[in-house]
């Protein structure tokens, strides 16, 4: 079968998750014919991306979060306004997606959780049926226990969720531990989608904290904390524009340009992970039993750290409190079971087969 990719560009996940199934796809003999991927002037795309995607990558305008001005916390409702304000050039984007659909004569589409390709099955539907795979989808199982948040807000996440899948066939919905599918919902839920790389890793225990930073002014709570704790090796990611592979501030603390080889070796290496609470590098910790301090940014986070925690992945904070990941440590137990939920790949291959 051929397949079309459409990925929302923001953050990390959704790229692992596109190259993982991709790798999952090849391996049956199916095709991936190009990649649409939303894009943001905030961000650019990595490069582990385009090297390991091995299909041609188009690019478009896509809604994306704004941070606050600090570049820390998410504003949602300025990012509401933002995004109405540029109506029309996402209506390009969706005659953009269209148009790809129908040239590049594919099978299936399968979205990850790009809003843009629910809205182009809405209003100008493809004969092409789509599927839809994200974590996201999780928020839509009736069994599914959210935080204690503002109640607007998640009203708001859900009906963004629902926006994503309109007319899907399917929803793949990814959970970090084994649940019912809802068929009346076209939901199969599925373990998170984990790279060969990372099942290929050496896990060891080193000495340094390992991290990512989603919006990358927490760089300056880091420096302070590692000025106060110089004996602390520190090794966060970053995706700051503009800046070289390597930022060094010091012999025991370096900032890093996504790089997902590298991200995946230092995973495995490290202490602990302190993050911004997305949910597929949390997924990798819990693999390789790293204790985990998660700082959410905006609701979709804290709902992936809230569930993430009660699953023994870790702590949740305000900031980088990287004081109390380390209290945390001695006290951290592995959870075996979160492993072998991850290593029931058969559940998904199933999944796709029955498409």
Same mark, same amino acid.
């Given at each position: 079968?051929?397949?079309?990719?459409?990925?929302?560009?923001?953050?990390? @996940?959704?790229?692992?998750?596109?190259?993982?199934?991709?790798?999952?796809?090849?391996? &049956? @003999?199916?095709?991936?014919?190009?990649?649409?991927?939303?894009?943001?002037?905030?961000?650019?795309?990595?490069?582990?991306?385009? %090297?390991?995607? =091995?299909?041609?990558?188009?690019?478009?305008?896509?809604?994306?979060?704004?941070?606050?001005?600090?570049?820390?916390?998410?504003?949602?409702?300025?990012? !509401?306004? *933002?995004?109405?304000?540029?109506?029309?050039? *996402?209506?390009?984007?969706?005659?953009?997606?269209?148009?790809?659909? #129908?040239?590049?004569?594919? &099978?299936?589409?399968?979205?990850?959780? %790009?809003?843009?390709?629910?809205?182009?099955?809405?209003?100008?539907?493809? #004969?092409?049926? *789509?599927?839809?795979?994200?974590? =996201?989808?999780?928020?839509?199982?009736?069994?599914?226990?959210?935080?204690?948040?503002?109640?607007?807000?998640?009203?708001?996440?859900?009906?963004?969720?629902?926006?994503?899948?309109?007319? $899907?066939?399917?929803?793949? $919905?990814?959970?970090?531990?084994?649940?019912?599918?809802?068929?009346?919902?076209?939901?199969?839920?599925?373990?998170?989608?984990?790279?060969?790389?990372?099942?290929?890793?050496?896990?060891?225990? @080193?000495?340094?904290?390992?991290?990512?930073?989603?919006?990358?002014?927490? $760089?300056?709570? !880091?420096?302070?904390?590692? %000025?106060?704790?110089?004996?602390?090796?520190?090794?966060?990611?970053?995706?700051?524009?503009?800046?070289?592979?390597?930022?060094?501030?010091?012999?025991?603390?370096?900032?890093?340009?996504?790089?997902?080889?590298?991200?995946?070796? =230092?995973?495995?290496?490290?202490?602990?992970?302190?993050?911004?609470? @997305?949910?597929?590098?949390?997924?990798?910790?819990?693999?390789?039993?790293?204790?985990?301090?998660?700082?959410?940014?905006?609701? %979709?986070?804290?709902?992936? $750290?809230?569930?993430?925690?009660?699953?023994?992945?870790?702590?949740?904070?305000?900031?980088?409190?990287?004081?109390?990941?380390?209290? *945390?440590?001695?006290?951290?137990?592995?959870?075996?079971?979160?492993?072998?939920?991850?290593?029931?790949?058969?559940?998904?291959?199933?999944?796709?087969?029955? !498409?």
């Amino acid at each position: 079968m051929r397949f079309l990719f459409v990925v929302q560009g923001e953050g990390r @996940g959704h790229l692992t998750q596109a190259i993982a199934l991709r790798e999952m796809l090849a391996k &049956d @003999g199916h095709e991936v014919a190009a990649v649409l991927v939303g894009k943001s002037n905030r961000r650019e795309l990595p490069s582990f991306f385009l %090297e390991n995607m =091995q299909s041609k990558v188009l690019r478009f305008e896509s809604p994306n979060f704004l941070p606050a001005s600090k570049n820390k916390q998410t504003k949602i409702w300025v990012s !509401i306004v *933002y995004n109405l304000l540029k109506s029309i050039t *996402y209506l390009k984007s969706i005659y953009f997606i269209r148009k790809q659909i #129908k040239r590049l004569n594919v &099978d299936i589409v399968i979205n990850f959780y %790009e809003m843009l390709t629910g809205l182009t099955y809405a209003f100008f539907p493809p #004969k092409i049926p *789509y599927v839809c795979i994200a974590h =996201q989808y999780i928020f839509l199982h009736p069994k599914f226990r959210f935080p204690k948040a503002n109640k607007v807000e998640l009203w708001m996440l859900r009906s963004f969720t629902r926006t994503t899948c309109i007319h $899907a066939s399917k929803l793949f $919905a990814i959970s970090v531990k084994k649940m019912d599918n809802v068929p009346k919902n076209r939901m199969v839920v599925i373990p998170p989608l984990l790279r060969k790389d990372v099942f290929e890793a050496t896990i060891s225990d @080193g000495n340094y904290i390992h991290g990512y930073m989603l919006n990358d002014t927490y $760089a300056d709570e !880091i420096i302070r904390f590692q %000025e106060k704790h110089p004996d602390i090796f520190i090794k966060f990611f970053w995706d700051r524009k503009g800046v070289q592979e390597v930022t060094v501030i010091n012999d025991r603390l370096s900032f890093y340009r996504l790089n997902d080889k590298l991200f995946v070796k =230092q995973m495995a290496g490290c202490r602990a992970y302190a993050t911004t609470a @997305g949910f597929e590098s949390v997924c990798e910790a819990m693999y390789m039993g790293k204790p985990v301090l998660m700082v959410p940014t905006h609701i %979709e986070q804290a709902c992936n $750290a809230f569930e993430a925690s009660l699953a023994g992945a870790g702590i949740v904070a305000d900031d980088f409190q990287l004081d109390k990941l380390l209290e *945390y440590i001695p006290h951290y137990q592995k959870e075996t079971s979160f492993r072998d939920w991850v290593q029931q790949t058969h559940i998904i291959q199933n999944a796709f087969d029955s !498409i």
